[in-house]
T-cell receptor, first 116, second 112 residues
């Protein structure tokens, strides 16, 4: 069964702290994504990676960085957390599309981050 | 870039009634339109998708229609059941890569 696992379901951090959100997939997917989910704004893409050590900025990369050292693991890093980064963070993975269309996204259950 | 608008933001129906969620998109190059369902405490899951060369697609009680001229697409759920209660997201993408742009989401509540 397809599985995307996010390491923490709930985190509470203080302003200025460095935050690591970890995501692991067991499907051997090439692509991995980090989205941010806020009410009324849907899912907004922060960063994605289509291969190990490769990364591309999404729509809202400011204040975030990512790391992909192994194919199955994609980390989201908040170098200095701020209150406006309080949100639900969703990791996803997909196969590389072979027919010119995006592959189905498989999401983790999310990590709810509160920054005080 | 692409912009996807989704309406309504909340929808309440009686069990057995139909539900319709509508989305519009801005980029005429978009050619792939998936719908994701997010149940409480879970990540979104793909329930149906449609490509631009097709006007309608059905899968049991759910269907999606696409009007490329008007740049809008809709999700139709018939004979709603309590387990249909969830947040639904539409999205749009072109064939240039993996970038999906999502709508703002619709919270569907099916009352028994």
């Amino acid at each position: 069964d397809v599985k995307v696992t996010q390491s923490s379901r709930y985190l509470v951090k203080r302003t200025g702290e460095k935050v690591f959100l970890e995501c692991v997939q067991d499907m051997d997917h090439e692509n991995m994504f980090w989205y941010r989910q806020d009410p009324g704004l849907g899912l907004r893409l922060i960063y994605f990676s289509y291969d190990v050590k490769m990364k591309e900025k999404g729509d809202i990369p400011e204040g975030y960085s990512v790391s992909r050292e192994k194919k199955e693991r994609f980390s989201l890093i908040l170098e200095s957390a701020s209150t406006n980064q309080t949100s639900m963070y969703l990791c996803a993975s997909s196969l590389f599309p072979g027919l010119g269309l995006p592959g189905e996204l498989f999401f983790g259950e999310g990590s709810r981050l509160t920054v005080l | 870039g692409e912009n996807v608008e989704q309406h309504p933001s909340t929808l309440s129906v009686q069990e057995g009634d139909s539900a319709v969620i509508k989305c519009t998109y801005s980029d005429s190059a978009s050619n792939y339109f998936p719908w994701y369902k997010q149940e409480l405490g879970k990540g979104p899951q793909l329930i149906i998708d449609i490509r631009s060369n097709v006007g309608e697609k059905k899968d049991q009680r759910i269907a999606v229609t696409l009007n490329k001229t008007a740049k809008h697409f809709s999700l139709h759920i018939t004979e709603t059941q309590p387990e249909d209660s969830a947040v639904y997201f539409c999205a749009a993408s072109d064939n240039a890569g993996n970038m999906l742009t999502f709508g703002g989401g619709t919270r569907l509540m099916v009352k028994p």
